[in-house]
């Protein structure tokens, strides 16, 4: 290397003795990262352009020099577009980091920079990004007028983290993934600082991934299957400048959704802080999950990273092969093609880039045992270097048939910020996608929009009008209402408008299109009918998604009705706004046994969460006053089904978005049958569900009163043992 001093010249091919150790040309598989082998680690990086490559070693993570230096030969230390060297005597902790030489040509896609010491995309854990300054990491000098056309003479090794070597040595004690079906699964989807930080949540550790684990009996009792955690991969929570402008605190990247390394789990959710133990931690804690029968799946986001545009940090992928690993302008190559809506957007269908995901998705089921991925902006995995849409994009296809991967759980956010939008057609069968239809059509029906009563009914079926034509079924839709990205349960029904004034970018971020409905008052109240109508409304979304076919995930704190005070996009928020306030769930018992209630009535009838969409045979429609629905009416809002059971109690679910109550026929039974009350929303507890075998007869009655903006089930049973109540 021309600019970088040498520990010892390595041209020769003869083995480096020195006080630490031994080194040697190494081999260039496994492809990326740092391996131990025999009595060493093997160190390999991809770079096609690179003209030097240094691998620098440090005692500690604010260290500004190495404690020791290797330059690596490109005679002796590369083989095709593979750099590598094997030193012996690396011991587990070793902090390390690489410095790449090449040309700095933005016009040409090329931004290499030895002045920066660069993260290993393959790192398994990272030191010290709590104390990260991105700006010393920008590809460019900001303290001068210079633009990204300049390369910066700032070194950052002092304020940039290090990687992590970390061996692989782990008592699974035989772990086994619960591989529970699509029909028996329930998601929860949250947060692992935000679950349990909150003092009332009075965790053993907070924040961290063991505090996750003390909620488990709690999960458990909930009838969840599956814990659905927002970004876990290595994230500057620092990386903003911006403040609060009503508290002036420092916003943070609360959520995470701009990852700094693909194989490391967040240091600051591991409660030990010493190296590495991230790693341990986040196994210790997918190990407690499985022994309770519960699934991990991790919200990843393969689509950018936090080098952002022209004009971000270098610390990785930038530094080592900028003109790969990210799509470029055909005609301005110094430029990032932004469908990622953050500045730059991973070049996912390049060999290499492909090849790239996909190990990173090994390394999370083969080494850290996950159970599934959600994608996050998963149409950007589908767009060629150009930024098209492909037919039948390699990488998809790739994940979906990669042998390693066959039975997690993939589910994709099938769309993303170029204006993409999936949902049904997604991929290949294998794929489950949020349903967004799912979440914008359950909301305007219960608020009462006009219109909306047929593709209510398709979404509680299955969305078969989504998913039928392109080969899938019920299975590959994930149903919500709710998620982290827009409002809470409780805050859909109680602000019309959003209010993130908190995030300091004048409530211009956020979207508008909430389908919420504050029930007369903006906001918290004390008005017994406000609250009371709240209720119902929340009840009627929870029962919604739990007797839709599909496979339900339900956003954590809405089954005690967490609040983020009417934030939609609490991205930014580390405090309070976020947190899950645990008092909340003794104010709110009502919510909370409901919920549990709907997750046992799902598993209790198989016939809500079949595989299949719905025949003729299977379920039949009829409106108020035994009418037969009009869809094409933009005036009906209320309708019921009878779903027969088969070999399973018949069922009729009934609903009414209007604001006047209705009265349902309630069809004739066989001698020996009889209906019964299972749930009604317009009741309060404990009338509003009742126990598997104490749901009140209907014996004698020939209809059914549904109050307004409610919904009710019932079901069949055998008179032969009277329990009217």
Not at 156 to 185: L, Q, R, V, Y
Not at 393 to 414: F, H, Y
Not at 685 to 697: H, K, R
Request: charged fraction near 25%; glycine fraction near 8%.
């Amino acid at each position: 290397m021309t600019e970088l001093a040498t520990e010892r010249n390595l041209a020769n091919g003869f083995a480096e003795q020195s006080e630490a150790g031994e080194v040697q040309a190494g081999n260039p598989l496994p492809i990326g990262g740092a391996h131990e082998q025999g009595r060493g680690v093997n160190f390999v990086l991809f770079s096609r352009h690179a003209t030097g490559v240094r691998l620098e070693l440090y005692q500690h993570p604010d260290d500004s020099s190495p404690s020791r230096t290797i330059d690596l030969d490109p005679v002796r230390h590369r083989t095709g577009d593979v750099w590598h060297v094997w030193v012996r005597g690396i011991p587990a902790g070793q902090l390390y980091g690489y410095r790449v030489e090449g040309p700095y040509l933005p016009e040409e896609g090329h931004r290499f920079d030895s002045h920066k010491l660069l993260l290993d995309p393959y790192a398994r854990a990272i030191a010290g990004v709590e104390n990260w300054d991105f700006l010393a990491a920008r590809g460019y000098d900001s303290s001068s007028s210079l633009t990204d056309l300049s390369i910066s003479t700032v070194d950052n090794a002092g304020t940039t983290p290090k990687c992590i070597f970390t061996d692989d040595h782990f008592d699974w004690e035989m772990d086994t993934p619960p591989k529970h079906s699509s029909s028996d699964t329930v998601i929860y989807e949250t947060h692992v600082r935000g679950f349990t930080i909150h003092p009332s949540s009075s965790a053993v550790h907070p924040g961290t991934f063991a505090g996750l684990t003390e909620k488990i009996p709690y999960l458990r009792d909930l009838g969840v299957t599956a814990i659905e955690l927002m970004p876990v991969l290595e994230f500057n929570e620092n990386e903003s400048d911006r403040l609060n402008p009503i508290t002036g605190e420092k916003l943070k990247n609360y959520w995470g959704y701009n990852p700094v390394a693909y194989f490391a789990s967040k240091q600051s959710y591991s409660f030990e802080g010493s190296r590495s133990r991230q790693t341990a931690e986040f196994r210790d804690m997918v190990k407690a999950f499985h022994r309770a029968g519960i699934e991990v799946i991790l919200d990843i986001v393969l689509n950018h990273t936090a080098e952002n545009d022209e004009l971000g940090p270098t610390f990785s992928l930038r530094g080592i092969e900028n003109s790969i690993f990210y799509m470029l302008r055909e005609n301005a190559r110094r430029y990032y093609k932004n469908f990622s809506g953050v500045g730059n957007t991973l070049n996912a269908n390049h060999p290499v880039v492909r090849e790239f995901v996909r190990n990173v998705l090994r390394y999370w089921v083969m080494h850290m045992h996950v159970d599934g991925f959600r994608f996050d902006l998963a149409s950007v995995l589908g767009r060629d270097e150009h930024g098209k849409i492909l037919r039948n994009a390699p990488l998809l296809e790739g994940i979906a048939e990669d042998p390693i991967l066959r039975d997690v759980k993939i589910i994709a956010e099938a769309w993303d910020a170029g204006g993409a939008y999936q949902v049904g057609c997604f991929s290949t069968t294998r794929w489950m996608e949020w349903n967004g239809r799912f979440r914008d059509d359950v909301r305007r029906f219960w608020v009462g929009d006009a219109g909306m009563t047929g593709s209510f009914t398709s979404r509680i079926c299955g969305s078969s009008d989504l998913y039928q034509s392109s080969g899938k079924g019920p299975a590959s839709s994930l149903n919500f209402v709710t998620c982290h990205d827009g409002f809470t349960l409780n805050d859909l029904v109680s602000y019309k408008q959003k209010h993130n004034d908190e995030n300091g970018e004048f409530s211009r971020d956020g979207t508008d299109a909430n389908y919420s409905d504050n029930c007369g008052v903006e906001g918290p109240s004390q008005e017994p009918a406000v609250e009371s109508m709240r209720i119902r409304l929340i009840k009627n979304s929870l029962l919604t998604l739990f007797i839709s076919r599909g496979v339900p995930m339900l956003l954590g704190g809405d089954e005690f009705r967490r609040t983020q005070r009417g934030n939609n996009n609490a991205y930014c928020q580390d405090n309070e706004v976020s947190w899950f306030d645990w008092s909340l769930l003794e104010k709110h018992q009502e919510i909370q046994r409901f919920t549990r209630g709907m997750i046992a009535f799902r598993r209790a009838h198989p016939v809500l969460r079949r595989e299949e969409f719905y025949t003729d045979a299977e379920i039949k429609w009829f409106a108020p006053n035994d009418a037969t629905p009009d869809w094409a009416d933009q005036r009906l809002k209320s309708f019921a089904c009878l779903i027969l059971g088969q070999t399973e109690p018949d069922l009729i679910l009934l609903f009414n978005a209007d604001i006047g109550s209705v009265d349902f026929s309630i069809p004739a039974l066989p001698t020996g049958k009889i209906w019964r009350l299972a749930v009604d929303t317009s009741r309060t507890a404990p009338d509003d569900l009742f126990d598997p075998g104490e749901e009140p007869s209907m014996q004698g009655r020939t209809s059914f009163r549904l109050e307004p903006r409610s919904s009710a089930i019932l079901l069949t049973d055998s008179c032969e043992v009277p329990r009217d109540n």
